[in-house]
Each structure stands twice: as structure tokens, then as C-alpha cells.
């Protein structure tokens, strides 16, 4: 399950993480940070309601805990504060079930998987 832009597009568009300071040193996740995390949940919770009918249907179909990822915009480019980034990073790990990854992340993982093969 993912959460993002549309694989199309040559280049991910830049997406703000956190968008008002609610106090001095707390920021809220921006309405497309939450609106993902909220979809992919969504998804989620649909996909272990209709789990005993997808096996049903499909024997092959097997999810004992199922995890959701969002993929959204570039560490690099957001240029954080540390009291943003410590924000950020409090949001995307509270949650059991949903990883947050950005883009730069993604690519960064896959370069590590890669690299080895050449």
C-alpha cells in the first residue's frame, strides 16, 4: 500500500512536511502528510476486514499483519530546522503499522542495494 504522487512524474514535487507551529518548538504534519498517512490506513484496515474473503478467493492471498508505506517529498530539499525535523521525525515513528519514507530515502536504499551488484 503507497500513498503518493503518480509514478509518472520525472521528478517528485516538492511537498512541505510541516506547515504551522503550534507552539515554540512543535510543528504539525501538513494536510497532505496527514491525508496520506490517514489513506494508507484506510487501506489497511479494508484490506484485513476483506482478508478472509481475499483468501477465500485467492488461496495464494496471505497477510498476517500487513504494513502501509507513504512515500512523500525530499529531505534534502525541505531545509529543516531542528525543532521541524525532530517533528517529523516524532510523527513518522509513532505509528506501528505505517512507515514514512521521502523520496531522497528511497532512492538512497535502493542506490545501497544496487551498488553492491556492479
Known amino acids: 500500500m503507497v500513498a503518493t504522487s503518480p509514478w ?12 504551522r507551529k503550534n507552539t515554540e518548538v512543535v510543528y504539525s504534519p501538513s494536510g497532505e502528510l496527514a491525508g496520506s498517512t490517514v489513506q494508507v490506513m484506510e ?7 476483506n482478508l ?3 483468501a477465500f478467493q485467492t488461496p495464494n492471498v496471505r497477510a498476517t499483519h500487513p504494513a502501509g508505506v507513504v512515500i512523500i517529498g ?5 531545509n ?8 517529523f521525525e516524532l510523527y513518522r515513528s509513532s505509528f506501528r503499522d ?7 530515502e528511497l532512492f538512497a536504499g535502493i542506490r545501497n542495494l ?3 551488484l556492479n
Not at 509518472?8 to 506547515?19: D, G, I, T
Not at 525530499?74 to 525541505?78: D, F, K, P, S, V
Not at 505505517?98 to 531522497?104: A, F, P, S
Open 8 to 19: 509518472s512524474r520525472s521528478r517528485p514535487r516538492r511537498q512541505n512536511f510541516l506547515v
Open 43 to 49: 487501506y489497511r484496515h479494508s484490506l484485513i476486514s
Open 52 to 54: 478472509p474473503g481475499l
Open 74 to 78: 525530499n529531505l534534502e530539499e525541505e
Open 80 to 87: 529543516m530546522k531542528e525543532d521541524q525535523r525532530r517533528s
Open 98 to 104: 505505517l512507515r514514512i519514507l521521502t523520496y531522497d
Open 114 to 116: 544496487v551498488e553492491p
